[in-house]
């Protein structure tokens, strides 16, 4: 049989990746391009391109490992048209770890060609000089809330100055929720439970989180406590480092994922409970990120053990049906970072139908990514619009609201609803049940 | 280099310039489908949206007598969507509309870059769907099935491809557009059944009415284990024996089951199994269970170690599932695997498999058993690594081992995933060089430039035919 065989084997190649912790072999070996992945990604039920969908960028990672072709912006584009949203990795039948990849060969990337313009600027000063920083991220808040509440906010979109942001800055503002004081400041260290303590747990409160929606957090630990768990809310953490990794920044990531890991192991808690589908992927992955870290590999380990998304912590551990009613009908949307990050669809949509008065409506397509995926939809305004709109078309016309467990995705879901003029409201699946247990206070039980 | 740019501005000038690739980066993902071992990047990729783009693309190109390949989502495991150099790819996925559904007839017409999946699922609502179901139908295109004519799991009653289209709309070699079929059993020669299989060696297809079918009433499946291969290929004869023809009779051996164990879809089967079956029966109500009665017996006379039957259509999907991934899921056993598509009668089942477990010896490469047993379509998964010099080959000839033990029984050389680059050679085994050139004739009516995905389907002529030809000559 004549066979002409055109394959590199590595070992007679040199790899292009020159940096430490390049994308592992093992990973992109695992691929056997069924091309099953296809119908699942949204970039490339966009384009139709092979090279924006996972297989194809697997083939690329794969080729610069075997010096086929060069790091170059070439490679750049589509590996960071990625949206992170790991659809992919439900559907691959042989179980390649494509997000992973895909931050592997981000951080080797961000490493050979470093941003330029405007886009540096911006990154280095959210990435590196804000989300990393409490202090700075409240601070930041301070200031939209002052923005919000001064009258500014009313000045500026009466003037029409907004009109001079691109369209998807201009849709982000309008949805942008009221800042609230961030638990951090409000609640003390330590939230004690509610009648008999079942379990200590420590809370990730997150970055923006804590500041765009500190009402989460506040129903977070409303519900938990009311449930018999204490709260610790460790002072010393920080930002998950999921941007950074997403941004190929993987040396910060790193340096806040060692001391998140110091400063939860240290609160001597049972369970971390998270309310933010891509803070707990993240911190779930710890491991993988410390892999090659003598110091923090093991403890990365025991770390991750401890992380819980709050819905699925409530169910693992016991909860009290609400007995008050939130008369609404509902549709539910499944984070990425949930659903293919963590496998978790069942538990917030059981969570949300023992809501009495709550009727649930599913969504078709309820897993495709709204396209917030972390800072997408800042820096790719143009493909992240377009999957907001296919999402969109999923949405059932009569819900109240749209219920979900990521803070990125409400704000993108808000700007879809805006933009699409719907009039369902975006809710976090925690505050509808924290609603319910309000509403058993107001009918006197 | 000035060639190829001027190329490539009338390239866009037709589709526009977000629709053409042409930088070696986005060319790359394009030097093979789901067939590895051979990768070559085309000239460059091309996306009409509409059936005149196709037809100006290809006058184009024929203008230029310049080679072209169309291509749906590059599943098909023979490489027929692979370049072998210089080529332009024409990818029809920006055709993927359903076009029409005619519930009164019973059929629906959709562009070729339409996902096989999608069509059960747009007409699923009023009990319908469309019978074709290749294990890639998650992704693969309707285009792309005609090409092969793909079959599935459940083509052991309800048929392949060609048995479920209509009607189509081509484009020729020189971009004229012409209908073909439309009603059923129309006179003169027969055109779908030649152009379905035909590997995009003819025509390009941009529109296809195909049958849709109503659900059956009701279906049962069974999963049955044996600790013997023997037993189990017993079992599939004597089910089809006494008179039942299941909806899909289905077949792993060992190695197979540790791969789909070991991937993303597992259901938890037992250690230690030889093989296992995967029977379904569908239609009315009525015998449903006394087909699942016989077929228990059938499985407990030769030896079965446990049998059950899906308690619901969750356990059902969970099986089918487990099934459907079983090639891709030996990327978790193995780095690189290369499927074979050999048939043979039935009846030689057990015999076959023991060579095929000799040639693995002999070899040392590991092979998996996927099969449709009940029609006897043998899908040998050869496991190899890549990266160790030589073995890439070493799999290659296996495979080619393998068609021959199936061409000696009596049996073929493809049951559905067509010749491709893969399986050229392999012809021989089946043909003669005079029923070789019979057929390049007739390829030579449609494609007499040999612009049309060039090279592919057929083995290049032997020396012996040029030999002969010269001394005919003389």
Not at chain 1, 341 to 357: F, M, S, T
Not at chain 2, 144 to 169: D, F, I, Q
Not at chain 2, 449 to 472: I, M, Q
Request: glycine content about 10%; proline content about 6%; overall charge negative.
């Amino acid at each position: 049989m004549s066979i002409q065989v055109k394959d590199y084997p590595e070992s007679q190649t040199k790899s292009n990746y020159l940096w430490e912790d390049p994308p592992d072999e093992d990973k992109f070996s695992a691929c056997v391009h069924c091309g099953m992945c296809l119908e699942s990604c949204p970039t490339y039920l966009e384009t139709g391109h092979e090279h924006q969908s996972p297989r194809g960028r697997v083939h690329l990672i794969k080729a610069v490992a075997q010096g086929r072709i060069e790091l170059n912006a070439g490679f750049e584009d589509p590996i960071f048209t990625c949206l992170d949203c790991r659809a992919c990795e439900t559907a691959c039948p042989s179980g390649v770890k494509v997000g992973s990849l895909i931050e592997q060969a981000r951080g080797q990337i961000r490493k050979s060609i470093p941003l330029t313009g405007w886009k540096a600027a911006v990154s280095k000063f959210f990435l590196r000089g804000v989300f990393p920083h409490p202090h700075r991220l409240h601070t930041l808040g301070n200031l939209i809330k002052l923005y919000q509440k001064s009258g500014m906010q009313t000045l500026a979109r009466g003037m029409g100055l907004l009109k001079m942001m691109p369209q998807h800055l201009q849709n982000m503002e309008a949805v942008m929720p009221e800042v609230k004081v961030p638990v951090r400041k409000k609640y003390p260290e330590v939230a004690p439970a509610e009648g008999r303590r079942k379990m200590r747990v420590a809370l990730l409160t997150g970055c923006v989180m804590d500041v765009m929606f500190g009402d989460i957090n506040e129903a977070t630990i409303r519900v938990l406590v009311r449930n018999g768990y204490e709260v610790v809310i460790p002072r010393n953490q920080r930002c998950c480092g999921a941007l950074h990794v997403h941004a190929g920044d993987r040396d910060e990531g790193k340096r806040l994922a060692r001391q998140n890991i110091d400063a939860f192991l240290a609160a001597g808690v049972d369970k971390i409970v998270v309310n933010a589908a891509g803070c707990g992927c993240a911190l779930k992955e710890y491991p993988e990120l410390l892999h090659s870290d003598p110091e923090y590999g093991q403890k990365a380990v025991e770390f991750a053990g401890k992380i819980e998304d709050v819905a699925v912590f409530l169910m693992n551990h016991g909860y009290q049906k609400p007995q008050g009613t939130v008369r609404t009908r509902v549709t539910y949307h499944d984070a990425c970072h949930l659903a293919h990050g963590q496998g978790v669809r069942r538990e917030p949509r059981e969570l949300l139908r023992d809501i009495p008065g709550v009727e649930m409506v599913e969504m078709p397509y309820a897993d495709r990514c709204c396209g917030s995926a972390g800072i997408y939809n800042i820096t790719n305004p143009d493909m992240a619009g377009k999957v907001l709109d296919e999402k969109m078309s999923y949405v059932p016309e009569d819900v109240e609201l749209i219920s979900m467990g990521n803070p990125g995705c409400m704000l993108q879901m808000a700007i879809g609803v805006r933009k699409h003029g719907r009039s369902a409201k975006v809710v976090h699946t925690i505050q509808l049940l924290d609603r319910a247990y309000q509403a058993e206070g107001e009918s006197g039980k | 280099m000035q060639a190829q740019d001027a190329l490539i501005r009338e390239l866009a000038v037709i589709v526009g310039t977000g629709s053409v690739l042409y930088r070696e980066e986005d060319l790359i993902s394009y030097e093979c489908d789901g067939y590895v071992i051979h990768k070559q990047p085309p000239r460059a990729v091309v996306f009409p949206a509409t059936t005149e783009e196709v037809s100006q693309v290809v006058k184009l190109l024929h203008r230029r007598k310049i080679p072209f390949i169309p291509r749906g989502a590059g599943t098909g495991l023979s490489g027929g969507a692979a370049p072998l150099g210089g080529e332009v790819i024409i990818s029809l996925v920006k055709m993927k509309k359903l076009l029409h559904v005619d519930w009164e007839n019973r059929l629906a017409v959709v562009q070729p870059g339409f996902v096989n999946l999608k069509l059960t699922n747009s007409v699923a609502s009023k009990g319908y769907y469309y019978a074709p179901d290749p294990s890639s139908q998650y992704a693969c295109t309707i285009g792309g099935n005609v090409a092969e004519n793909a079959g599935g799991a459940h083509c052991l009653k309800y048929g392949v491809t060609t048995n479920h289209v209509l009607g189509m709309e081509l484009v020729l070699a020189n971009g004229e557009i012409v209908e073909i079929g439309g009603v059923p059993d129309a006179p003169g020669y027969d055109l779908m059944g030649l152009l379905t299989g035909s590997e995009g060696t003819l025509a390009i297809v941009t529109k296809i009415t195909v049958r849709i079918l109503k659900n059956p009433e009701d279906k049962k499946t069974v999963l049955a284990y044996f600790d013997s291969v023997e037993d189990a290929s017993h079992a599939v004869s004597d089910i089809i024996a006494i008179g039942i023809v299941p909806a899909a009779l289905e077949m792993m051996d060992k190695t197979a089951i540790e791969g789909v164990e070991a991937g993303n879809y597992p259901v938890g089967h037992p250690p230690g199994l030889q093989a296992l079956l995967l029977i379904e029966v569908d239609g009315i109500s009525a015998g449903i269970e006394d087909q699942i009665e016989e077929i228990l017996k059938v499985c407990k006379q030769r030896n079965v170690i446990q049998v059950k039957v899906a308690e619901n259509e969750q356990e059902r999907a969970q099986w089918w599932a487990n099934r459907k991934t079983a090639f891709p899921a030996m990327g978790a056993i193995s780095p690189d695997y290369l499927v074979q598509d050999g048939v043979i009668p039935r009846s030689r089942l057990p015999e076959v498999l023991e060579k095929v477990e000799e040639i693995s010896k002999r070899s040392g490469l590991r092979i998996a058993n996927v099969f449709h047993a009940g029609d006897g379509n043998l899908h040998p998964l050869i496991l190899f690594d890549a990266r160790k010099p030589g073995e890439t080959e070493l799999a290659a000839r296996v495979g080619s081992e393998v068609l021959k033990v199936c061409a000696d029984v009596g049996g073929s050389i493809t049951g559905e995933h067509g010749v491709g680059i893969e399986k050229q050679e392999e012809m021989r085994f089946i043909f003669t060089e005079e029923e070789i050139q019979a057929q390049t004739q007739i390829r030579s009516v449609f494609n007499p430039e040999n612009l049309l995905n060039p090279d592919k389907l057929f083995p290049k002529p032997s020396r012996c035919a040029e030999v002969r030809k010269a001394v005919g000559h003389l």
